[in-house]
C-alpha cells in the first residue's frame, strides 16, 4: 500500500470529471493511494484552514487564509472566461436596482463573495448553503441571490430574472477570465510535485475520455441532463483546467491584490505555484 493522499473535492459535475481517471484507476499513481473525500466548497475552504486534507479544491478567495499550510497547483483550476457567478433575482431590475438590497451569497470564503464585494462594496450579504440560494430566490425569501456551480445554467428554467454575470463583468473591467476555484497541497507532503502531476494526468484523461468521465460525474448531484452537463463541464474543466498558462495566473494574482486593496482579504499574496 503507497501513502495516502486524501484528495477533497466537491461532488459537482466539473469537479467529479476532473477527478475521474485518479477515483476509477485509470493512472498508475505509484507509491500514492488515493482516497476522496467530497464536501460543498465551502466546508472544504473551512477544513483547509485546519490543514485537514493533504490535497483538497478550495476557493482562490480561501487561499490567503491557508497559504502558509498549502501550495496552488497550475492545474486544476476552475476559470470562468466571461462568465462566472450570477446574480438573479425574483424580479427584473437593472444593476442599480441592487444597491441597499439583501443578496444571498454561497459561503463567506468563496469567490463568489469576493467578486460581490469587488463589483459592490456596500452590498448587504445573508450567507446561506449554495443549494439554497436559487430556490430563496425564486419565492423572494431573499432580494436577489448569487448563484454557483450548477445553478448557473438551470437558473434559466427556473423562472429568476439574471441581474449580472460577474464573470461576464470582471472581464469587461480587466481583460481577464474570473478564477473561481483552484486545487492545492499540503505542504508537509513529499513530492508535491508528482502528486500535482497525477491530478493533471486525470484532467488530461477525462478529457480525452470525455463521455466515460461525463457518465461518471452524472452520477453525482447535477440537476442537469447529459447536454446540459456537458455544457457545464466545459466551462470549468477546459485549457485552464489543465495549466492556468500566464493569463490565468495573472488573473489569480490581480483577483487577490485587488481583494487585499479592497479590504476583503487581511494579507498581500505572493504564490510560489506548483508548475506541472
Not at 146 to 172: A, F, N, P, T
Request: charged fraction near 30%; hydrophobic fraction near 40%.
Amino acid at each position: 500500500m503507497g501513502q495516502l493522499i486524501r484528495v477533497a473535492h466537491s461532488p459537482d459535475t466539473d469537479d467529479a470529471f476532473m477527478f475521474y481517471a485518479l477515483t476509477k484507476g485509470k493512472l498508475s499513481t505509484g507509491d500514492y493511494e488515493f482516497e476522496h473525500i467530497l464536501k460543498d466548497i465551502e466546508t472544504l475552504n473551512k477544513e483547509a484552514l485546519q490543514g485537514t486534507y493533504e490535497v483538497t479544491a478550495i476557493s482562490f478567495h480561501a487561499y490567503p487564509h491557508v497559504l502558509d499550510r498549502y501550495a496552488l497547483m497550475t492545474c486544476g483550476g476552475s476559470i470562468g472566461d466571461g462568465y462566472g457567478p450570477i446574480i438573479v433575482s425574483s424580479r427584473e431590475m437593472n444593476i442599480n436596482g441592487l444597491k441597499g438590497l439583501e443578496i444571498a451569497v454561497p459561503g463567506s470564503l468563496t469567490t463568489a463573495r469576493l467578486a460581490l464585494k469587488l463589483f459592490m462594496p456596500e452590498v448587504k450579504e445573508k450567507i446561506m448553503n449554495f443549494d439554497e440560494i436559487l430556490p430563496a430566490a425564486k419565492r423572494g425569501g431573499v432580494d436577489a441571490g448569487l448563484i454557483i456551480h450548477e445553478g448557473q445554467i438551470s437558473y434559466m428554467r427556473e423562472g429568476v430574472y439574471k441581474i449580472i454575470d460577474l464573470g461576464e463583468w470582471w472581464r469587461k473591467k480587466t481583460g481577464l477570465p474570473l478564477p473561481l476555484g483552484g486545487n492545492v497541497v499540503r505542504r508537509d507532503i513529499p513530492g508535491m510535485k508528482e502528486i500535482a502531476r497525477l491530478i493533471k494526468e486525470s484532467i488530461v484523461y477525462s478529457l480525452s475520455h470525455e463521455d466515460e468521465a461525463v457518465d461518471y460525474a452524472l452520477s453525482f448531484r447535477s440537476g442537469l441532463d447529459r447536454e446540459e452537463a456537458k455544457k457545464f463541464i466545459r466551462m470549468y474543466v477546459n485549457d485552464f483546467t489543465v495549466h492556468l498558462g500566464e493569463r490565468g495566473k495573472k488573473a489569480v494574482e490581480l483577483l487577490l491584490r485587488e481583494g487585499y486593496e479592497a479590504g476583503v482579504i487581511g494579507r498581500k499574496v505572493e504564490i510560489d505555484w506548483i508548475e506541472v
